[in-house]
């Protein structure tokens, strides 16, 4: 997964190639929140 420090982009390997998602910042908390729990 790559992502862009202004917190709003990520590209999740997860996703079909490409693809990049938008998350409005609650979003995004809890997705980082959920992909630390998957990966670590």
Known sequence: M???HAGVWVRDSRV???AVLS?????WA???EA???EDL
Do not use: C, N, Q, Y
């Open 2 to 4: 790559t992502e862009r």
């Open 16 to 18: 079909p190639e490409g």
């Open 23 to 27: 998350f409005p910042a609650d979003a």
């Open 30 to 32: 809890a997705f980082i």
């Open 35 to 37: 992909a630390v729990r």
